[in-house]
C-alpha cells in the first residue's frame, strides 16, 4: 500500500490499473503528458468519448497501458478518477496490477474537490515506475484537462450566413410538420444539453453549436417570439437566456463551455463531471407551471450515462398531466437506462416522451432529423386534447 508522494517499480509487460470509489459512482480517464508536464494534443485525454490513444486505453473502470506502444515524446500518464459531486471522494482506492501489485489509497478531499489525478505511470532511465499523487480539482474534469493543455472551450466561429440556412431550415420544419397534419402548431420549444464531461468533444468540434442551430429552427417555426429557451446540465445546471437568431453565435461563443455557464440570472455555473438529469427536468417543469400557455416540446439531448433512472421515471410520471412534451435524443451508444423504456412506462396519464438516439447526428440531414423529433408529438397533442390537458390556442 502505497503513501501519498511514494513510488513504485512496475513489471514489464502490459499495466492494468483499476480504480474503485467506496459505494460512489466513478468515471476514469487518463491524460498522456510530455516532458512538459502538458499534453500533444487534445487527443491525448483518455476517457469515455475517446477511449484509447497510443497505447493507453480505456476499459470499463480500468486503465489498460501498453508501454510497448507509448511513443517516445509521452512521459507520463495520468490516471484521473471523476466522482459524483464534492464530498464524495472517501474511499477512492487504486491498484495496479492483476496480483499483488501496488494499491493506492486516495486521502479524503474536503475543498469541492470532484476530480483527482489518483497516480501517475512514469517513465524514468527506460523503466515505467508508478508515483501516488492524490491531487484534486474543484473544476472538474474541464478544468484540470484546462491545466494541463487541453482545448475545452469549444468556440466554433459565427458564420455570417446563419441566418439564412435558420430560415432553410425553418422551411424543412414547415414541411415536416404539415406531413404530419399539424401544420399550424403554436408551441414554445426548449432545448436540453447535457454538458457533462463525457460531452467535451461535441462541444469542442461544433456538433453541440449546430445542434442548437437546427433546434432553433423548430422555435422559430411554431413559437409566436420566435425564441428558443434553453436549459445545460451535468452535475448542476443551468436555465439559460432565451435564444433568437441574431444571439446563436454569439450564444454558442460565450455560454455554451464545458466548464461554465452564464445561467439567466447572470450567475455562472460549473459544468463537466456527471450529468443529473432529474433536477433539470424538475426546473424546466416549475418554468413552465408559472408561464400557462402553449404547449411546450422540449428537446432533451444526452450522450448517455443515465444512472437516475427511478427519479426521472417519477418526473415524467408527475407531469403526464403537464401540457409537456419530451423528446429524448441520444448522441450516441450510452447507457440510456429508462429513456429506452418510455414506451412502456406505465403510471402516466398519457405518453408524455419519445426517445431515438443517433450514433452521428452531425450527418443525419435536417429532413431526416425533424421526421424523428416530430414523430410521436402529433400522436401525445391529440392524447392531450382528449384528456383534457390545456394546449392554448392548439
Known sequence: MLRKGENAALDGGRVRVAVSAAGAPIDVSAVLLGDDRRVRSDDDLVFFNHPAQDGVRLEGAEIVIDPDAVPDDVSTIALVASVDGP???????????????????????????????VVEVYRRAGAWKLR?????????????????????????????????????????????????????????????????????????????????????????????????????????????PPLRVAEIGAWTRD??????????????????????????????LAYYETRPGEPVLVLFFSDGGVAKSAQIARLLREASDRPVFWQFIGLGHGRYGILEKLDTLDGRLVDNAGFFAVDDIANITDTELYQRILSEFPTWLNAAKTHGIPLGSN
Not at 89 to 94: A, C, E, I, K, R
Not at 152 to 178: C, F, M, N, Y
Not at 203 to 219: L, N, Q, S
Open 255 to 284: 455560454n455554451v463551455r464545458l466548464h461554465e455557464a452564464v445561467a439567466a440570472d447572470g450567475s455562472r455555473v460549473s459544468l463537466g463531471g456527471r450529468n443529473n438529469e432529474p433536477q433539470v427536468i424538475e426546473d424546466i
Open 132 to 240: 501516488a499523487v492524490g491531487q484534486g480539482w474543484a473544476s472538474g474534469l474541464a478544468g484540470l484537462a484546462t491545466d494541463l493543455g487541453v482545448d475545452v472551450t469549444g468556440e466554433p466561429p459565427v458564420e455570417a450566413d446563419l441566418p439564412e440556412r435558420i430560415s432553410l431550415r425553418k422551411e424543412t420544419v414547415r414541411v415536416s410538420l404539415e406531413k404530419k397534419g399539424i401544420g399550424g402548431l403554436r408551441a414554445r420549444v426548449a432545448v436540453a444539453l447535457d454538458a457533462s464531461g463525457s460531452m467535451r468533444r461535441l462541444f469542442k468540434e461544433g456538433v453541440v453549436a449546430e445542434i442548437v442551430e437546427r433546434m432553433a429552427a423548430i422555435a422559430l417555426q411554431v413559437d409566436d417570439d420566435g425564441a428558443l429557451d434553453a436549459w445545460i446540465f451535468a452535475t448542476e445546471f443551468a436555465r439559460l
Open 87 to 117: 464530498g464524495t471522494f472517501d474511499g477512492v482506492t487504486l491498484r495496479a496490477g492483476v496480483h499483488g501489485g501496488p494499491r493506492f489509497e486516495a486521502p479524503a478531499m474536503a475543498e469541492g474537490e470532484t476530480v483527482a489525478v
